[in-house]
């Protein structure tokens, strides 16, 4: 897997779905799983940083349209 930090978005969700997967299928070495699990919560938090910074970025430009509204993301409950 290439280094987290030059994964984009996109290639972070994919690799996150497949330890998912992997963490679900339920036959994975204890060892392994906590690998896994490790790994997803890199990605995690890789992926929320870069929503982070999306969400700042639309801040920044609507401020520029002279909207005083903050850009937030809703999430899914």
Known sequence: MEE?????FEEAMKELE???GKLEEGDVPLERAIDYYQEGMKLSKLCNDKLKNVQEK??????EQGDLEPFEIQEDE
């Open 4 to 8: 987290n930090n030059e994964l984009s």
């Open 18 to 20: 497949k330890i998912v």
């Open 58 to 63: 639309m801040t920044n430009i609507m401020n």
